[in-house]
């Protein structure tokens, strides 16, 4: 990149970091990676700081641990640094940071800063948005329909659990006993490790999985309407493939005869027929002889062969027609059988996992955020919560808002209607700060959030989180 051009961007760069910065603003970053998203979030947490916000009033949320630890750290060093920083030096950075906003009077309340979080009773709260879940769920277990005592189980000991109770289902019947069926029919169409794959996957996403197990005639039913399935077997249809079909034992002999079928040939048509026991052919041998590896009808004869005989070819392009609509079928009613086999697997998985949690008082990190979600939403409860959760939160900054999938964008919702409903106390400064880089996004199998669409004077059109302050105030960088 140019000099010239770095001059003229440059301007611009640090103006959007000013206004994402700026704590009377609510905003959702998005930006690419190495492009300062973390800097920004430090430094909108210190302006908050700054502006006068308690460091038990702003609620930080990561996605993972390390992110918490990170943040933590940087905000300990910059204000720790802040406290023994010469003057000259301490006013230049408020002038950088605060730019037309700076005050002579942040010089000394930016010396106490560090002494007020270690001050704090557990410091600044920078967590997960499990860890959050986890910590309201203990002060409302009761509103919340949770064990009193709960623990939360690592995702480690979750696969473990998951992995045990898969073992034992699918033991269970291949001895005869549970979903035989359904795990005979698995056996029969996937390997061992596509099955494991497969059970893996689907037990991924709580959220969807919940979704479809709440109903699963309709969830089988809703799959067959997609997939344009009209209800014959996979058995069947096989059957169809090689009982209904235009080609005798003795036509086959005949048409290698007339165009000269050699079994050691290429990929002529007919050479493939000549490889073929007239009196022993299945569903896979039609289908090698009229469909390419790929599924494409393959070419019959030669110009010449269909000039010459043009009864066979007809007969042969009645019969490539027949093949092909009867193997798209098959495929149909396989991808059916099967993955309604593995929803019946799947189901007896999730159901003896989630008695083995409820047996031993156990919940699992969807559980957090799906229980929290429910307490925040419920009629009877879910007010005095919010008003709970009101009065001691006043600005909720989220990191990697893109692996933020809608189950926790609904906790960070409810808890932020609170802000801009009218319900709190107006007189505080209240805010919402995002940043995240969807390209980043590494949990996106779990359903992360997509940014907000609106435009500056317009965020509450789109996208999570909907902003509702009366001004609307919002941008979106």
Known sequence: MSRARQTRHFPETRTNRAKAADPNLSIWVSANAGSGKTFVLTRRVLRLLLAGA???????????????????????????????????????????????????????????????????????????????????????????????????????????????????????????????????????????????????????DGRKLKAVLADIPRAKANLRKLVGHGGESSAGLQRQLVEQSRLTAEGIREIVRLFGGDPSGNNRFVDLLARLDPDAIDGGTLRTAFLTDKGTARKLLTAKQQADRPDILTLLEAEQARVTALVDALSTALLVERSEALLDVVALIAG????????????????????????????????????????????????????????????????????????????????????????QSIYSFRGPSRPCSGQPASCSAAGPPKCRCPSCRCGCI
């Open 54 to 204: 308690t460091p038990q009033s702003i609620l930080c949320l990561t996605y993972t641990k390390a992110a918490a630890a990170e943040m933590r750290g940087r905000l300990a060093r910059e204000l720790a640094r802040w406290a023994t920083l010469p003057e000259p030096e301490l006013v230049r950075e408020l002038k950088e940071i605060e730019g037309n906003a700076y005050r002579p009077v942040l010089v000394e309340r930016a010396r106490t800063l560090f002494a007020q979080a270690l001050e704090t009773p557990g410091g600044l709260k920078i967590v997960t948005i499990h860890a959050f879940c986890e910590s309201v769920l203990h002060r409302f277990p009761l509103e919340a329909g949770v064990p009193f005592d709960f623990k939360v189980i690592e995702d480690e000991e979750r696969i473990q659990l998951l992995t045990q109770t898969r073992e034992a289902v699918l033991a269970q019947g291949l001895r005869g006993e549970g979903a035989t069926a359904a795990v005979e029919t698995l056996f029969g169409l996937l390997s061992d490790f596509a099955l494991g794959d497969a059970i893996e996957l689907a037990l991924g």
């Open 352 to 439: 003896r996992y989630r008695a083995h949690k409820r047996a031993r008082s156990l919940l699992d990190f969807d559980d957090l955020v799906e229980k929290l979600g429910d307490l925040l939403e419920n009629p009877d409860a879910g007010p005095r919560v919010q008003y709970k959760l009101d009065t001691g939160i006043d600005h909720i900054p989220v990191d990697e808002s893109r692996d933020t999938n809608p189950e926790q964008w609904r906790v960070v919702r409810a808890i932020a209607d609170e802000f801009f409903n009218g319900a709190g106390d107006v007189t505080r400064l209240r805010s919402l700060f995002a940043v995240g880089d969807q390209k």
